[in-house]
């Protein structure tokens, strides 16, 4: 425990800031009332892991890893989801967009059903689908979630991008069918105004958005009752985005980082279904061998300590047990100077995730990737 508050402690970040013993608890992560000043690091302790957490700007906490759960089937998912829980992930990713939430609901409400876990000790979070993006959207398609998962509210509900598609009744899967999605016109001022009504209700403890660019952030910023608390983008050691998430941390907004891991599967996922993708493997990086091998650790194991450092909360997806809880034991050594300069000059703005799947989407007006961040 002590390694882990000294480790706490070393973690760079201004989000992140001493906390005592006696903060070091098992939190209920929708509990507003924790005891403390603004962003104080937990702790949760789970099958022997001990696992931090960042403060949301809406004084919730969440936990500072998440478990990612896009491009598996619905029965490889709840074995896979089922181990992660029993790893100690209490963090879970979902979408709408994924088709995913209705095994995950089922893993869900098993654990908690048979008394192995609380519903206020899982932080969930889910997505408003490009298909949803508009203010009927949102109360539509969060319902729909909330059904899917069998929970009464999220405790985080992104907009999973700006970009807005006609709704459709039958959704294509977006891995399965290239998805004839037909552009739509897309206020994110009038949807960002039907999630806060949403989170007003109950429904969510707290919204945010993912894909957004900052100057889209800047118009919700300048127009929002309620500010966004988190924004989710994608983060590797190719694609750091530290602008933006400069940017983030200024305005006490935490940042998810996606496919941290750079996406294995991406490539093999998508050549099954027709469409060749040449994404280089960030984890065979030379640089990154070299630091895992200095600190025998994992490659895998070194980026997502990484995004600790940068205060960022990684959401690694794996469904081989040994390597979830791989992933989870990150907490306990630490990058130093050296190491950090050597990852940070790996940043080369390669981005993989360009959703072209989404029809023509890359014309949208909204369409967030034009702009270097
Ligand atoms: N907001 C968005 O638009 C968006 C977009 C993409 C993804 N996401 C979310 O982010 C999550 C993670 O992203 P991702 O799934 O694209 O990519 P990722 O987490 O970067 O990579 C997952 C791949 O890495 C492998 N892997 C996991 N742990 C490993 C380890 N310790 N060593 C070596 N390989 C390892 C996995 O294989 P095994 O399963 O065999 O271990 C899998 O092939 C998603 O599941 C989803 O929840 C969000």
């Given at each position: 425990?002590?390694?882990?508050?000294?480790?706490?402690?070393?973690?760079?970040?201004?989000?992140?800031?001493?906390?005592?013993?006696?903060e070091?608890c098992?939190v209920?992560?929708?509990?507003?009332?924790?005891k403390?000043?603004?962003?104080?690091?937990y702790?949760?302790?789970?099958?022997?892991m001990?696992?931090?957490?960042?403060?949301?700007n809406?004084g919730?906490v969440?936990?500072a890893i998440g478990y990612?759960?896009?491009?598996e089937?619905?029965?490889?998912?709840?074995k896979?989801?089922?181990?992660?829980?029993?790893?100690?992930?209490?963090?879970?990713?979902?979408a709408?967009?994924?088709?995913?939430?209705k095994?995950?609901?089922?893993?869900?409400n098993?654990?908690?059903?048979?008394?192995?876990?609380?519903?206020?000790?899982?932080f969930?979070?889910?997505?408003?689908?490009p298909?949803?993006?508009?203010?009927a959207g949102?109360?539509k398609?969060?319902?729909q979630?909330l059904?899917?998962?069998?929970?009464?509210?999220?405790?985080?509900y992104?907009?999973?991008?700006?970009?807005?598609?006609?709704?459709?009744e039958e959704?294509?899967?977006?891995?399965?069918?290239?998805?004839?999605?037909?552009?739509?016109?897309t206020?994110?001022?009038?949807v960002?105004?039907?999630?806060?009504?949403?989170?007003?209700?109950?429904?969510?403890?707290?919204?945010?958005?993912s894909?957004?660019?900052?100057?889209?952030?800047?118009?919700?910023?300048?127009?929002?009752?309620?500010?966004?608390?988190?924004?989710?983008i994608?983060?590797?050691?190719y694609l750091q985005?530290?602008?933006?998430?400069?940017?983030c941390?200024t305005?006490?907004i935490?940042?998810?980082?996606?496919?941290?891991?750079?996406?294995?599967s991406?490539?093999s996922?998508?050549?099954?279904?027709?469409t060749?993708?040449d994404?280089?493997?960030?984890l065979?990086?030379?640089?990154?061998?070299?630091?895992?091998k200095?600190?025998?650790?994992?490659?895998a194991q070194v980026?997502?300590r990484f995004?600790?450092?940068?205060?960022?909360?990684p959401i690694?997806?794996?469904?081989?047990p040994?390597?979830?809880?791989?992933?989870?034991?990150?907490?306990?050594?630490?990058?130093?100077?050296q190491?950090l300069?050597?990852?940070?000059?790996l940043?080369a703005?390669?981005?993989?995730?360009?959703?072209?799947?989404v029809g023509c989407?890359?014309e949208?007006?909204e369409?967030?990737?034009?702009?270097?961040?």
């Amino acid at each position: 425990m002590f390694r882990l508050f000294l480790s706490c402690c070393n973690l760079n970040s201004s989000l992140l800031c001493r906390t005592t013993a006696s903060e070091i608890c098992k939190v209920n992560y929708s509990d507003r009332a924790v005891k403390s000043s603004k962003n104080i690091l937990y702790t949760q302790t789970i099958q022997k892991m001990h696992i931090p957490a960042l403060r949301l700007n809406n004084g919730n906490v969440i936990p500072a890893i998440g478990y990612g759960t896009s491009r598996e089937n619905d029965e490889a998912l709840e074995k896979a989801l089922d181990s992660a829980l029993k790893a100690g992930y209490r963090h879970i990713d979902t979408a709408h967009f994924y088709m995913n939430e209705k095994p995950i609901g089922n893993v869900l409400n098993r654990w908690i059903t048979e008394g192995k876990l609380k519903r206020e000790e899982i932080f969930l979070v889910t997505k408003l689908p490009p298909f949803g993006n508009r203010p009927a959207g949102v109360k539509k398609y969060l319902k729909q979630s909330l059904e899917n998962l069998q929970v009464e509210y999220v405790d985080l509900y992104l907009i999973h991008g700006p970009f807005g598609v006609k709704d459709v009744e039958e959704v294509p899967h977006p891995g399965i069918s290239s998805g004839n999605f037909e552009l739509d016109t897309t206020d994110i001022l009038s949807v960002w105004k039907e999630m806060e009504n949403q989170m007003n209700a109950g429904l969510a403890k707290a919204i945010g958005v993912s894909n957004f660019n900052k100057s889209q952030i800047e118009r919700l910023l300048k127009n929002c009752t309620i500010k966004p608390s988190c924004l989710q983008i994608e983060i590797h050691g190719y694609l750091q985005q530290n602008e933006l998430v400069d940017f983030c941390k200024t305005n006490n907004i935490i940042v998810t980082a996606f496919s941290p891991l750079g996406s294995r599967s991406m490539t093999s996922f998508s050549a099954k279904r027709g469409t060749k993708l040449d994404l280089p493997d960030v984890l065979s990086d030379p640089t990154i061998q070299k630091i895992a091998k200095k600190h025998s650790k994992t490659e895998a194991q070194v980026m997502l300590r990484f995004d600790i450092q940068r205060g960022i909360i990684p959401i690694p997806k794996s469904s081989n047990p040994e390597r979830m809880q791989q992933n989870l034991d990150i907490f306990e050594f630490e990058l130093d100077e050296q190491d950090l300069k050597e990852l940070k000059s790996l940043d080369a703005g390669i981005r993989f995730f360009h959703f072209r799947n989404v029809g023509c989407i890359a014309e949208h007006p909204e369409y967030p990737f034009e702009n270097k961040f």
